[in-house]
């Protein structure tokens, strides 16, 4: 009883995105999409990095040129990306064997995420990074 409430329960997120493309829906733009969101999550998370760094470095090195900083936000953005889409990657698959995922189809597609899901916004990025996971309505 209780995986079925989950079931219908964590619906909403995946079906917000179904009903708006329902007639429209790209593949490759929704796989964009999640590239352009998985780089704006590394770029904040790039910033949080650079503003600790800075912070470290303006007490022992005062004098250091800030262009160091934006030497070292460059460089590690591609790393955040990367680090970002594998825990989407593990979320997704942690998600999918404690059945907080609902599957319908040949091959499984994702027709819900349950409200309770841990990292469930890491999931959402897997699934819109992926839209060959995603269940659509044809």
């Given at each position: 009883m209780q995986r079925k409430t989950r079931k219908i329960a964590g619906a909403h997120a995946l079906a917000q995105l179904r009903r708006a493309d329902v007639m429209t829906w790209n593949p490759a733009r929704e796989r964009l999409k999640g590239r352009l969101m998985l780089a704006g999550?590394?770029?904040?998370?790039?910033?949080?990095?650079?503003?600790?760094?800075?912070?470290?470095?303006?007490?022992?090195?005062?004098?250091?040129?800030?262009?160091w900083l934006l030497v070292f936000g460059a460089v590690l953005i591609p790393f955040a990306m990367e680090w970002i889409s594998g825990d989407a990657e593990k979320a997704y698959k942690?998600?999918?064997?404690?059945?907080?995922?609902?599957?319908?189809?040949?091959?499984p597609r994702v027709i819900s995420i349950a409200n309770d899901c841990p990292s469930?916004?890491?999931?959402?990025?897997?699934?819109?990074?992926?839209?060959?996971?995603?269940?659509?309505?044809?």
């Open positions: 999550y590394a770029v904040i998370a790039n910033e949080i990095m650079a503003w600790a760094l800075s912070f470290m470095l303006a007490s022992v090195y005062p004098d250091l040129p800030r262009w942690r998600a999918a064997s404690q059945r907080f995922l609902g599957f319908e189809g040949v091959p469930r916004w890491l999931v959402l990025l897997h699934i819109q990074m992926h839209p060959e996971l995603r269940w659509r309505e044809d």
